[in-house]
Structures are given as C-alpha cells and as structure tokens.
C-alpha cells in the first residue's frame, strides 16, 4: 500500500512531512508513503531543499495521493501542464488535500459535489471556484478528504491509517506521537474527526 504525498516548491514542511511521518510509522504494516515531486528537488517556503521520492507518474499508482500545500499552490492551480500529470481516480484511490491543497482538488473537479476545509489564506481562492468552506479541520466524503490548518494533517493521516489499515493502527500512531501526559486527549481528538466524517457518509 503506497501513498504519493504530493509536494511542489514553496511547499509548507508541516504539511508534507507530518502526514508522511505518521503513515511510515506503519511501514512495516505495509503502508509507506513518499515525497512525491514534479522536479528531483523542490525548495520548501523556509528554503528547505528536499529530494523527492518520487516521480509525478507515481501518482497513477498510489493507492493513496495526498496533495500538500505551499506558498506557490496558486501557480500550480495555473499550470495546466503540471495539473495534467495529476491523473487520479477517486473510484480506486484515497484523494486527499491538505489547506491550499484544496485548490488543486477543485481545479481538478474533484470538489464539485462536496465542501472542503483549507485554511484561512486559502478560503477565498476556494470559495471563488463554487466550493462550499466549512469552519472545521477536516472532512471526508466517500475517497475524499480534505483538512485545514498545518496540524491538521495529523486527520489526515489518521484518516488514511484508518481506512487502509484499521482504527486501531492509526490510534498507535497518534499515541506514540501525541505529546507527553496528553495521550488519550490527542488521540480521541482526531479519531473524533474521522469518525465525524465517516458518519456523516451514513
């Protein structure tokens, strides 16, 4: 089981590496993700550089993509030639976007039927292409998802353990991770978030 985590240049470290590191947590369960990049080096927002792991193509392959997000998503969401090489297909893969994210989704037509969570910058961009924007850190509907705010990525991941591996895998994670003395806090907090969107399927 092989998620692609999106990452363009200008990206924003928290949301690329956050979700990455939870979900190799269950590497050896068999569910690995990989920085996926459209040049062999991107330069994060603070002027991180980082190797991708990947190539863009891997992204018709993953089980799971995750599209992260970054200080450059609006020259991505204009780029036609970089959204061409973003082939998805929600029928058979997870899809999830992490804040500016969301406008790669929307440009895509994946968010035509649902709302979306982004953050506060990102709100009027995605507001202005017809999707709905809720107050909320996460949402999922069907193989969808959508978080807003850095640290939601941890919904994210958990969302992505969660359907690929089973709940209690992503509480391990969440617990292994969660800050000392705020264990059972951190991880009912975002299982709560998962479980919220889930029901909301029903």
Known sequence: MQV??????????????????????????????FITTPTPVVTSMNGVEVTGQRPMGFVTEADVVLIGSGVKTIDVVGDDRLLSRLVLDPSRQLIGSQC???LVLARLGLLSNMPACTDMKSRPFVEACGVTVLDEPFHAEG????AGGCLASQYLAAWVITRMLGESAARDVLDYVAPV?????????????VHNAETALR
């Open 4 to 33: 692609a985590v999106v990452t363009y240049d200008g990206f924003n470290e928290l949301d690329s590496f956050i979700a990455s590191a939870l979900i190799n947590r269950c590497r050896k369960d068999g569910l690995e993700a």
């Open 100 to 102: 500016s994210g969301a």
């Open 143 to 146: 193989n969808i998802a959508t």
């Open 181 to 193: 003395g705020e264990n059972q806090e951190t991880v009912e907090r975002a299982m709560r978030a």
